[in-house]
């Protein structure tokens, strides 16, 4: 279907962060799949749980328990601590799915309504989508039945105003995803927490992009040393294997009745195997501390820059965006590909850069060199032909 319009280049083989085209073309892969392939392509560890997985038993539903799911939920738990339960879904908007319902179930009878961010992005299904700000995909789809509220990203104030002990519950993302990696202020999280605590809304944060170990740590709210009641996790959890998580603290663990929630994939022995596999590697080749210092690296190197084109960069880890000068993301992401850089116009004024957590500074050290003759080609570009 059309709705994905035609995209410019067919990938055909990976191997860590290189891949290849259907015409043999080697590119740097520094988007990942959209923070996704998060030990790159064709790691051994990963390769190896899901053979070993499919070998063994690929699938059960949910009328078997088997062992990865439980070990899974185990790993999860103990990197957040304290008294949580995990659903596991196939997708970030399934994860989202579950924190919606799961939230609806915990709530007192009074509660009808929600909060989300202006230009957050929570998924492409009905309940999620709704709770979308973006409204040039949220608009067509609607009504949703559902009344939800929303505020600008990061003002406490507005949040505050619009939290009352009639809502339901607030989501948000530690940082933007889909907005164009567009951090919140610093306090911003700690802030909704307590705003939560006061009204008994319910605070579910979608950590789908920023989770298992993006920005660093292994999940953005650790930074800030708050916990939410409801945290949603998919893209990078499965390193390239579809899976998404909806973990419930405190009494949202037990918000569930038997019979309110389920799917028949979710939770899946491969996808949790990879999962495993993920969350092993990173712990072992300490990878929170690699992704540290190389976001620092690439920080550093972008701030250096001194092009028209470039206003600057934000966000954190292996999660950034060059902030553009003008509407100029689209040129900038078809002259990195044609050096055999695959980067992402998040944006109009911005582009994503979201590599395996994996790369190396060489790699790194070669996509920095030549971003500014990729800046200047799209410079070149923009002029001969202005956007609309
Ligand atoms: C990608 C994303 C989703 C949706 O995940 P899908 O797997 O595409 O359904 C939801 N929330 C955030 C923050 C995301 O980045």
Known sequence: MPNYGIPPIALTVGSGCEVYDADGRQYLDLIAGIAVSSLGHGHPALVNAVVRQA??????????VHEREIQLAERLIGLLGGDAKVFFANSGTEANEAALKLVKRAASPGRHYFVAADKGFHGRSLGALALTGKDVIREPFGPYGMDVRFVPHGDLEALTEAVDE???????????????????????????RALCDRTGAAFVLDEIQSGIGRTGHWFAHQAEEVRPDVLTLAKGLGGGLPIGACVGFGRFADAFDKGDHGSTFGGNPVACAAALAVIDTIEDQ????????MGGVLAEHLERIDHPLLAGQRGSGLW???????????????????RGFLVNAVAPDAVRIAPPLVITPEELAVFIEALPTILDAAEAAATKEPQP
């Open 55 to 64: 070998t063994t038993l690929a699938h059960t539903s949910n009328l078997f």
């Open 166 to 192: 009639h809502c339901v519950a607030v989501f948000v993302e530690p940082t933007q995803g889909e907005a164009g990696v567009v951090p919140a202020p610093e306090g911003y999280l700690a802030g909704v």
């Open 286 to 293: 300490d990878l929170l501390e690699h992704v540290r210092a």
């Open 320 to 338: 950034r965006a060059l902030e553009l000068t003008g509407p100029h993301a689209a040129h900038v992401q078809e002259q990195a590909a044609v």
